[in-house]
């Protein structure tokens, strides 16, 4: 609760001033109102249909098991690799992306964790999210 100098508080800097309290009202006569728009205003929009033959892309559920134990930044190359190798496609996803001449390698990756060694945690990350988009998208 924020505290002002009274107004009618005269003492000198040497000694400690009185303070009167703000009170701020609640707002709780607002929220109903404000909740009110806002829910009519979602409710209130037409609604849409959506094509009969809609694809969404599925990304695979490894990609976020491996998403999750990149966070951890104690996570060991087997750790990381071990959802990537459930997935062959994209374990052969991910060695193509690496083994391309893009990347500037002299020698060629054979395993996932290797690759994660080379690359390191964050860079796989990106490569496996892409792959798996890719992937996803291109279907």
């Given amino acids: 609760m924020p505290f ?16 009167r309290a703000i009170v701020i009202p609640a707002a709780s ?16 929009r037409p609604h849409l249909e959506l094509p009969h033959r809609l ?4 990304v695979p559920q490894s990609v976020f098991v491996f998403t999750s134990i990149a966070e951890d930044p104690e996570a060991s190359p087997q750790e ?7 997935d062959p496609t994209l374990s052969l996803e991910l060695l ?11 020698q060629r990756v054979a395993s996932v964790p290797q690759a994660i060694t080379l690359f390191g945690p964050r860079r796989t990350k990106t490569l496996v999210l892409s792959c798996a988009l890719q992937n996803a998208t291109s279907g």
């Fill in 96 to 106: 193509r992306q690496i083994n391309s001449i893009g990347t500037g390698l002299r």
């Fill in 29 to 44: 006569h607002v929220w109903p109102t404000a909740l009110a728009f806002v829910g009519g205003a979602l409710t209130n």
């Fill in 4 to 19: 002002l100098p009274s107004e009618s508080s005269s003492e000198s800097s040497s000694q400690s001033s009185s303070f």
């Fill in 55 to 58: 694809k969404l892309p599925v």
């Fill in 80 to 86: 990381l690799a071990a959802p990537i190798e459930a």
